[in-house]
């Protein structure tokens, strides 16, 4: 009973465990739901998953159970984004346990009873379930906004410091945390609002269908700046995580921490702005270069402190030496890779699109121009799962030969899938309809392969995560020892302080 | 050892997946006799329907008749003969635009009086004058010889694509129809039952098999013998027989809509007659061997400019009054 509760602990309060619950849960539903579509459906899988599974797909109701989904991951991927942001940004102990505890809740509850609810029958009573776990979850966003509040003074910078601050010592960093976690929970409310109106005005869509329509209604609008906005924050924060995590400082921090908090204020502002302002991609595109270019920095720092660490008892490296250091360990590299590779998959096929935009959007049929747009963010948020699974996988203290075989075939693997992707969606360029096939079928082969091996390697990676929960002595015991530890350090040094706030307060009432 | 194995396997599969896979231009399938008579119509009866995805009910207060099949390629080259020989469409080389971007293409075309042009964002003036039925280019089904076209005798039953919008329209014009609207297209497809709260999804019910219609992947008799991306079947050919074609033995689903309509789901994107204001497109409906299964939905629609063609879309034709 005891070795339950050390573990029920360790994965239910620790930052470690409540990450690898999410991605256990997210790996979980993808392993099953990915089986209703794809090559999947051609074997024939889809349908033992429905029949085993009973579940009641109704023809007329797929773009709702789509978007239920598509809440369930987003749900579980900004708890796991949380537990991350609380680890690593100071706040108080009770802070971090509240935020924590609420958004598991929040997930757990918008996960299970959303897909019960979407995919085994119309239970409205799950339906509702499925709207309080999104609400904790909200909560929980509203207590993390709170926490990081950036104008507390124990959480100044002191002068000199290494990290981007304000003359006045306020951490820029903190700043661009809490400006991102505001701006999401002002981002959720439009979809919260729009949804509000579901069978009252407002009918279940996907956005790629309503591309072609010269008049959107404003609560289609409010989805579609909803959507790309929430993806959007989503990357901004595992870019200002993955910057703690490479100790991103200096001169470049100095300038993109101010930058990527203005980024994040314009481009959320042009993307619900598009409800009634018609210029509204114009403010996007003026938030875009911001958020981007804060980025690129980070990509700059961290690949040259790889070099540097890696060269550091080499005196004049060569440039191979210089270019093994920056390839030595494929987590931290792949981390800013997966960055520049976005810039060809989403970035760069944007740009293409725009050159060729008379024949693309004017003549191409619409379900072309839906494969791209469809492909491109699909791709953005697989990239974004990439660098999670970097992070974690380095969180888990994955070593040796093992980190880089796993590193390195996640960057492969997924680059190959995401690159085949990106070709198959912007085929019509250089190929026609009746030659395409020899085209389709080995970008579809590459995509299936990529996307496979990635799926092979989570579960490898997670099985060997639940084998050593067996174990009494395993990695969990240790993760969790730890984090008992620097937890308790924390309370301690709260408690220290509240003693002396205690005291300096008796004393001023004695005088 | 490891690694060379893991690159042979990923070679293999990369190569196996380069070969060089017969595309849809390639491929003279059989002719295959359907048994539907590609020349009959159907009556629908004026009446209330449901509409879209959410099956809202809509009335369409007349009768109007619709052919059971899309217009084949046969009928097309009869077309094309008929129609230059009265001079009413000529050969030549048309020019086409999207917005800045001007082109010519070589084909068979013919006058059209233009739309209304509301100048609103992103729409394109269709103006008057002459413009492009169907290109001299690779994949269109038909020969020609000297001013006769000629059907390729494999395709003659299969429905003719490779045309564009004005090819469409100038085709049911020449005979006194015209192209459906979206509503007829739909009210069509799915009649007026109601099974639950909603329409039916498909032609012939709620839930497709690989039987019931060409679709991508669906395993017709075309994609077992070309492969997977397949090719059109002929018009009517899900009507419940059972096909024996060069040793492959196919058996389909009787897949008709309720007012008797086949292929009104897969096999090709049919262009509609719609012209909405505020934009050029031409709207599609159906799905076609191209598209997913949920591509099929009856709701689902595409468009395209006008003077787009491609093997994945044909038509057919409605008339107001019924015989």
Redesign the interface.
């Given at each position: 009973m005891e070795a339950l509760k050390k573990r029920f602990v360790y994965l239910f309060t620790s930052t470690r465990g409540l990450a690898l619950v999410a991605i256990a849960a997210v790996a979980l539903v993808t392993a099953i739901w990915g089986t209703l579509s794809g090559p999947m459906?051609?074997w024939g899988v889809r349908d033992i998953t429905v029949k085993v599974l009973g579940m009641d797909l109704?023809?007329?109701d797929?773009?709702g159970r789509i978007i239920m989904l598509y809440h369930t991951i987003a749900m579980t991927i900004l708890a796991i984004e949380v537990y991350f942001i609380t680890d690593i940004v100071p706040m108080k102990r009770n802070e971090q346990v509240m935020i924590n505890g609420i958004i598991t809740i929040g997930y757990l509850t918008s996960l299970i009873f959303g897909l019960l609810f979407a995919y085994f029958g119309h239970n409205y009573a799950y339906h509702g379930l499925f709207l309080l776990g999104q609400s904790l979850v909200f909560f929980s966003g509203i207590l993390l906004a709170a926490a990081l509040w950036p104008w507390k003074k124990e959480y100044y910078l002191p002068e000199g410091s290494p990290y981007a601050r304000t003359k006045k010592g306020v951490d820029w960093e903190r700043v661009a945390f809490f400006t991102m976690a505001v701006a999401t929970l002002l981002s959720a409310t439009w979809g919260a609002v729009t949804g509000s109106f579901w069978a009252n005005g407002h009918?279940?869509f996907l956005a790629e269908?309503l591309i072609?329509h010269?008049?959107h209604t404003s609560l289609q609008k409010a989805i579609i700046g909803h959507l790309h906005i929430m993806l959007s924050l989503v990357g901004v924060a595992i870019t200002l995580i993955v910057g703690r995590w490479l100790d991103f400082k200096g001169k470049l921090h100095h300038w993109a921490m101010p930058i990527m908090t203005l980024g994040i204020i314009v481009l959320t502002a042009g993307a619900l702005s598009i409800v009634w302002v018609e210029w509204a991609h114009t403010i996007i595109y003026a938030g875009a270069v911001p958020v981007m270019l804060p980025a690129l920095f980070f990509v700059i720092y961290s690949w040259d402190k790889l070099i540097k660490e890696g060269t550091a008892d080499i005196e004049k490296p060569t440039f191979f030496q210089k270019l093994g250091a920056l390839l030595r360990d494929p987590l931290k590299f792949g981390t800013g890779w997966q960055m520049v590779f976005m810039n060809f998959n989403v970035s760069g096929v944007g740009i293409f699109m725009a050159v060729r935009?008379?024949?693309i959007?004017?003549?191409?049929?619409?379900?072309e121009e839906r494969i791209t747009l469809t492909g491109h963010w699909h791709i953005l948020a697989a990239l974004i799962a990439t660098i999670i699974l970097f992070y974690f996988a380095d969180l888990s203290g994955l070593k040796g030969k093992v980190r880089k075989w796993f590193g390195w075939t996640l960057i492969i693997t997924s680059d190959i899938a995401f690159g085949s992707a990106t070709i198959f969606s912007m085929k019509r360029l250089f190929v026609?309809?009746?030659?395409?096939?020899?085209l389709?079928?080995?970008t579809?082969?590459?995509i299936d392969?990529g996307l496979g091996i990635i799926l092979v390697l989570a579960a490898l990676f997670l099985g060997w995560r639940l084998y050593d929960l067996f174990l009494k002595n395993g990695r969990w015991s240790d993760e969790y020892k730890n984090e008992m530890k620097v937890n308790a350090e924390a309370e301690l040094e709260q408690q220290k302080q509240k003693m002396e706030e205690l005291k300096a307060t008796l004393e001023e009432i004695s005088k | 050892m490891r690694r060379i194995t893991l690159s042979l396997i990923?070679i293999t599969?990369?190569g196996?997946?380069?070969?060089?896979?017969?595309?849809?231009?390639a491929i003279t399938p059989p002719y295959v006799d359907t048994g539907v008579d590609p020349d009959s119509w159907s009556t629908v009866p004026a009446g209330e329907f449901p509409l879209g995805?959410?099956?809202h009910p809509t009335m369409i207060g007349y009768d109007f008749q619709i052919m059971v099949t899309d217009v084949t390629v046969s009928q097309y080259a009869e077309y094309l003969n008929s129609a230059l020989a009265s001079g009413d469409i000529n050969f030549g080389e048309f020019t086409e635009e999207?917005?800045?971007?001007i082109w010519s293409e070589e084909g068979v075309g013919g006058y059209y009086p233009g739309d209304p042009f509301q100048d609103?964002?992103?729409?394109?003036e269709v103006k008057a004058g002459d413009h492009l039925y169907v290109p001299f280019s690779?994949?269109v089904r038909l020969t020609r010889d000297g001013e006769i076209y000629t059907a390729i005798p494999e395709y003659a039953n299969h429905p003719m694509t490779m045309v564009t919008w004005f090819g469409a329209n100038a085709y049911c014009k020449f005979y006194g129809g015209r192209l459906p609207l979206e509503l007829e297209w739909e009210k069509a497809a799915r009649g007026t039952e109601i099974v639950g709260e909603?329409g039916l999804?498909?032609p012939w019910g709620?839930e497709i098999h690989g039987n019931n219609a060409n679709f991508y992947?669906s395993f017709d008799l075309f994609e077992k013998m070309f492969?997977?991306?397949g090719n059109t079947t002929p018009v009517g050919f899900y009507n419940g027989q059972t096909y024996s074609v060069d040793g492959h033995v196919y058996e389909t689903l009787d897949s008709a809509s309720p007012y008797g309509l086949y292929d009104m789901a897969g096999n090709d994107?049919q262009w509609l007659g719609d012209d909405?204001?505020?934009?050029?497109?031409r709207y599609?409906r159906g799905g076609s061997f191209?598209?997913y299964?949920?591509?099929l939905?009856v709701w689902?629609?595409?468009?395209?400019?006008p003077?787009?063609y491609?093997?994945?879309?044909g038509f057919r034709c409605v008339q107001n009054e019924v015989k």
């Open positions: 459906v051609e109704s023809q007329a797929r773009e009918e279940t269908d072609r010269p008049i935009l008379e024949q959007f004017r003549v191409w049929p619409a379900r026609d309809e009746f030659s395409q096939q020899p389709v079928n080995t579809m082969l590459l392969f | 990923f599969l990369i196996t997946a380069c070969q060089s896979a017969p595309n849809i231009s995805q959410e099956s999207a917005g800045e971007e609103a964002h992103h729409e394109e690779e994949g909603d999804a498909f709620e992947s492969g997977k991306l994107w909405y204001p505020d934009q050029h497109y599609m191209y598209s299964e949920v591509d939905r689902k629609e595409n468009n395209a400019g003077q787009f491609s093997p994945q879309i």
